[in-house]
Each structure stands twice: as structure tokens, then as C-alpha cells.
């Protein structure tokens, strides 16, 4: 492990920033490639924490600086936090790889989390979309985590994207006005909208052919075998959430999960799935904290 010298305090906050550099716990050709983290660390840092795992495009700034702001803002408050990027993004070496391989890097992680703050006992994986996926399948492999916070998990195949795009885009465009109104104004091509929405409705009832590669049956293993708390925050306007949504309505299995007693949910009324305004991110981290304190 390298740490880098140069440390940062946040004006008005006893907080430090300290850039680490640390290995994969991958055992295949890229075993020694180094990782990029930055640790957020309070004066006084207690016995939990915070491991923000990246998904998709994203490195450990996270889309409009929502990882570092998070990470701030929990770390005042007590909480240290560290955020990293994967093998293949940001800083980090090797090649890119898709969030069902990211298990060997968040254990490095989790590794030089614990070894960098001496005081922590415990920690809560935070991850949004395939990010909140990949944290989710690590959990139950490592004791020290106790928590998952999950924003808009990856659950994506194709008859479910079918389904929710039925119910939650199809369906409440029959109840507009402007939707009656384009069509008796001969503003709509309804050949086209017909084959398009038969076409929907055919995919809710194919079975997925990469059912065993698709996210929702490994995310389920690993939710039913973990046993700690768990958030799970959802936004009001975005597909990959009424896609869990839907997974839920037509599945007993999940409902048993998710209807634990260790299960809170909440929702960000308005907010995209990246939670792109002040409002929606400052809300997230509002719910992030006062979750943490709860437990």
C-alpha cells in the first residue's frame, strides 16, 4: 500500500483526504495491478464505515461529484469513508471489467480500508446501480460488512426492461390528453406505435436465454444468503428502479427478501437515476446518514 503524503482539509470540517494506492485481491493475470482510492477520514474516525463502490462509466467522483460529496458529508459526521476506482477506470490499472467481476477489487479495498483506519470494525457497502449489484454479491463473502446502502440496483434483462416499460410507459400514456389529442390530430403514426408496443408486450413473456449471466438471480442469491441491515433508496423517475419494482410485483421470492425486518426502503420523489440535482443528492445523503446513526 502507497499513501500519498499530500492531505487535505475541508475548510470549516475536521476532516482529512488521503489518496491511497493499493492491490486487487484478483488472482488472475492482473494481480498486481494498483488501485486508486481516496479515503475521507474524520479526527476522530469510529469503529464503522463507508466503502463506496463505483459501477458502469464512473470512477470514484461519481457522476456530478456525488461520491466525493457523499463522502464528505458522512465523513463530518464522523463516518470514515473511502471510494476507489476499479481495475480499468479513473486511476486504477488494468482493464475495464463489467460489475460481476469487481468482487476481487472491492476485497482489496476492504482490505486497505481496515489496515489505513485501525479504529474501524465494521463497514456499509454503498454502490448505485451496477455499482449497488456488485456490493451486494460481495457482502455476504465478508464478515466485516454488516450493511448495504443500494441506490436504483441493476436488475436489467429483457422481459423485465419489457415489463416496465409496458406498465410504467405504455400504460399511463393511454390516461394522457396530449397522447388522445396527437392521435385524433393524425400527429401520431399508429401503425408504428401498435407494432412497437406488440412488440413490448411479446418480450414481458420470453424467457431470457442468459438468464444464469443476467443480474437478478445472483443478486437474489446473495441478498437471501446476507443477513445485515440494508438500505435501499430508489429514485421517482427512472426506469432501472420500476424495473426493480416489477421484479418485486411478479416475484414471491424477492417480496420474502425484501420484507425483512432488516429491510428499509425509501424513494426520491422526482429524482433521475443518477440523482443529478442538489436537492435529489442532498436528500440521498440526509437518508444515508440518518440510516447509519439508526444501527
Known sequence: MKRDSGQQHLAGHAVRELALRFRSAAEDDEAQARLAGILSLPDVPGARGVLIVTGGPQYRIGSHRQFVLLARALAVQGWPVLRFDLRGMGDSEGSARDYRAAGPDIAGALAQFFDAVPSLREVALWGLCDGATAAACHAPRDARVK?????????????????????????????????????????????????????????????????????????????????????????????????????????????????????????????????????????????????????
Open 147 to 295: 450493511a448495504l446502502i443500494l441506490l436504483n440496483p441493476w436488475v436489467r434483462s429483457g422481459a423485465g426492461l419489457a415489463r416496465a416499460t409496458l406498465r410504467h410507459y405504455y400504460f399511463p400514456r393511454l390516461l394522457q390528453g396530449g397522447f388522445w389529442r396527437k392521435l385524433a390530430s393524425g400527429g401520431l403514426q399508429l401503425g408504428a406505435s401498435l407494432a412497437s408496443l406488440r412488440q413490448v408486450a411479446a418480450a414481458t413473456q420470453e424467457a431470457d436465454p442468459l438468464e444464469d449471466d443476467a443480474p437478478a438471480p445472483a443478486l437474489l442469491r446473495a441478498l437471501t444468503q446476507f443477513q445485515g441491515k440494508v438500505l435501499l433508496i430508489l429514485s421517482g423517475d427512472d426506469l432501472g428502479a420500476r424495473e426493480w419494482q416489477s421484479l418485486l410485483d411478479g416475484d414471491p421470492a424477492w417480496r420474502a427478501v425484501t420484507a425483512r425486518a432488516q429491510w428499509t426502503q425509501a424513494q426520491v420523489d422526482g429524482a433521475n437515476h443518477t440523482f443529478a440535482s442538489a436537492a435529489w443528492r442532498g436528500e440521498v445523503e440526509q437518508r444515508c446518514a440518518r440510516w447509519l446513526q439508526s444501527w
